[in-house]
């Protein structure tokens, strides 16, 4: 499996030693703002294992996302099969950073590395990216890694509890169009 990096960072399988700091931002009420509830030790250690079972299944899934200079762990991102009761089928991006990494552009310079390999390596023909209608700040990431929107495949995503996390956006980009 291929280990990604970028001028900065670096995307590579997980690790025991990702587990603490991962638990503590699925911990984070504003790392969990736009994604439902906070998820418990066990839980965090549950999604690890499913990233790695995933990336030997398929070859591609959740990297781990640290910094290069300091060797921190500051998140993830990566590629995912959209869930299977969702509107539209395909390959999802995605990306999630603790707290202290935001406002640095690590999740764009993260998500152009993970659009390379979707589209170079595993030659995917679109990839999309889903959030809540809320979350302006992974849309903002969406607009500067080239995906669009059209407001006609925004939809309530019924996997959530009624409310302000229900209303979503699709983003889409091929690549053809990829900047």
Do not use: K
Not at 11 to 27: C, F, H, I, V, Y
């Amino acid at each position: 499996m291929a280990e990604l990096r970028t001028n900065r960072l670096t995307l590579r399988r997980w690790r025991d030693s990702d587990l603490e700091p991962w638990a503590a931002m699925n911990a984070d009420p504003e790392v969990r703002e736009h994604l439902g509830d906070l998820l418990t030790s066990e839980q965090s250690q549950a999604s690890m294992a499913r990233f790695e079972a995933e990336f030997e299944e398929r070859g591609y899934g959740w990297w781990a996302v640290e910094v290069q200079a300091t060797g921190e762990f500051i998140g993830f991102a990566g590629l995912d099969q959209v869930d299977d009761d969702m509107p539209f089928t395909g390959v999802e991006i995605g990306w999630r950073l603790a707290r202290s990494a935001w406002g640095r552009g690590y999740a764009t310079e993260a998500a152009l590395a993970v659009l390379a390999y979707g589209f170079d390596t595993l030659e995917f023909p679109e990839i999309l990216a889903v959030t809540t209608a809320t979350n302006v700040r992974s849309q903002a990431v969406m607009r500067r890694i080239g995906m669009t929107r059209d407001p006609a495949d925004d939809f309530d995503d019924l996997t959530v509890p009624e409310g302000p996390l229900r209303p979503s956006v699709l983003y889409r980009i091929t690549g053809s169009t990829r900047v």
